[in-house]
């Protein structure tokens, strides 16, 4: 029988760090037989977790996923394949910053500032040495044999985003790894398109520099600036260490038009409405309030960073009328839709 990772005491299941990223990982575990249920044992984790870009998750709880996966699968570079899956949006808002970032270098830093907390473990640095561009992770030993998985998993990871994000595989030059090679090192040269050193001090990946300042294929100011206050947001730090109100609130972004339903929400996490509503009043809000809270946001940002009319806007954040999106404007903020035009808010 497989040795899954230990049970995970309560007290250390703190509200962390989204699941970000970890779609991929299921995925690729699912195409080999392995569940959810398998993936997630004894880590405190539910099933329904991994439909929610801001579910909080502990960095012990990751360890756990990841020793999981990496005993359950049938192929020992199981993390440069489920890596290689990854979408911007599976790295949620953040993701859609860095893509809509003016260049390469604007995304990668807001990367690095915004999404420690889904890889706390590697501390990713970024320097310039002449025309050589070096990624830096902290070397991290004391994570032991699961070290080269969670290596593997988020350098190819970033792999499949920056290349989303680029449009054009990074020019990598050299791959640096503080562990012994793995049985699948053949494999590192298909995957990041340069050779691998292993059994050095330090995780380094190194790039030509002249990338840096190559402009990002989605650049867009306006949807940038909206996803940088989207992530700047009281409302979403919070939601960030709530489940259940994160849930409805990452359903409300993917949504094209924020029009989620209680209903079609429920279906998603396999709970019934009633239960959604309960669990909701548990963390002290309502299924109305935070979708309002939402729309409110996405408003704000459409009004005060583009010329887009109001009727636009008010059909962006759901409303199929502009004098109801005007009406509900009021009763959130207090003030009309033309105050954040003019810039007397």
């Known amino acids: 029988m497989t040795q899954l990772a230990p049970p995970i005491a309560q007290a250390a299941v703190a509200p962390g760090a989204a699941m ?14 392995v569940t959810l249920s398998d993936l997630f044992a004894r ?16 960095q012990v709880q990751r360890m756990a996923v990841f020793a999981n996966a990496q005993k359950l699968s049938s192929g020992s570079d199981v993390a440069l394949r489920a890596g290689a899956r990854q979408r911007i949006g599976d790295f949620g808002i953040h993701g859609f910053a860095m893509a809509s970032s003016a260049t ?3 995304g990668l830093e807001f990367g690095i500032a915004h999404m420690q907390p889904a890889m706390p473990f590697l501390q990713p640095t970024l320097r310039v040495q002449g025309n050589l561009a070096i990624l830096a992770c902290a070397p991290a030993e004391r994570f032991g044999a699961v070290l080269p998985f969670v290596a593997e998993f988020w350098r190819s990871s970033l792999n499949a985003l ?12 050299r791959l640096v790894c503080n562990y012994p090679a793995p049985a699948h090192w053949r494999s590192y040269a298909q995957v990041f398109g340069c050779t691998a050193e292993f059994g050095a001090d330090v995780l380094e990946w190194h790039f030509d520099a002249a990338i840096l300042d190559a ?20 409302a979403h730090g919070g939601y960030q260490a709530g489940g259940w109100p994160a849930r409805v609130r990452g359903a409300c972004l993917d949504d094209a038009r924020c029009m989620v339903s209680v209903a079609r929400l429920a279906e998603r996490l396999g709970v019934s409405v009633r239960t959604l509503h309960r669990r909701l009043a548990d963390e002290g809000v309502t299924f109305k309030r935070v979708v309002d809270e939402t729309r409110k946001e996405l408003a704000i940002g459409y009004l005060s960073n583009s ?3 109001v009727v636009d806007i008010a059909e962006r954040v759901g409303f199929t009328e502009a004098t109801n999106f005007r009406k ?12 954040y035009r003019t810039g007397s808010a």
């Open 162 to 173: 920056f290349h989303r994000v680029l449009e054009v595989p990074l020019p990598a030059r």
């Open 328 to 339: 509900a404007f009021r009763r959130w903020t207090g003030k009309v839709p033309s105050d």
């Open 215 to 234: 402009a990002c294929a989605g650049a867009n100011s306006i949807t940038h600036e909206l996803c940088r206050r989207l992530c700047a947001a009281p």
């Open 307 to 309: 010329n887009l009319p």
């Open 104 to 106: 390469f270098r604007d």
């Open 43 to 58: 880590t405190g984790l539910e099933p329904g977790d991994i439909d929610n870009a801001y579910a909080p998750m502990s």
């Open 20 to 33: 970000l990223g970890f779609s991929a990982l299921a995925a690729q575990l699912r195409s080999e037989g």
